[in-house]
């Protein structure tokens, strides 16, 4: 069974940084990416970041580009998003979706949440 979880939310005040984890685990395929995506209260969900299993290829949403930072440890089926100077408008939950480019897996985490609030 495919299991995906992120963890590293919480509360951090404006300027602040955290480093989010998704850890996946359960899966044979070998091609696949992460994504990272967020959603604030009363906002539709935004895609944040993109990586592949490699690692060569990554992609950001134009609003957190230069911001945050996607990496991926594919031994350990882990990506990472650093997220430095954090603003109130990133307060959002944060969810980890993984997937293979022709759409035949698909999963997500429960999402973790960021409050950048001082």
């Known amino acids: 069974q495919v299991h995906v979880a992120e963890s590293g939310g919480g509360l951090v005040q404006p300027g602040g940084s955290l480093r989010l984890s998704c850890a996946a685990s359960?899966?044979?395929?070998?091609?696949?990416?992460m994504r990272w995506y967020r959603q604030a209260p009363g906002k539709e969900r935004e895609r944040v970041a993109t990586?592949?299993?490699?690692?060569?290829?990554?992609d950001y949403g134009a609003s957190v580009n230069g911001q945050f930072t996607i990496s991926i440890d594919n031994r350990n089926h882990t990506s990472y998003l650093q997220m430095n100077n954090l603003k109130p408008e990133d307060t959002a939950v944060y969810s980890c979706?993984?997937?293979?480019?022709?759409?035949?897996?698909?999963?997500w985490g429960q999402g973790t949440q960021v409050t950048v609030s001082g």
């Open positions: 990586i592949s299993a490699s690692g060569i290829v990554t």
């Open positions: 359960g899966f044979t395929f070998n091609t696949y990416s």
């Open positions: 979706n993984l997937y293979t480019p022709f759409g035949d897996h698909d999963y």
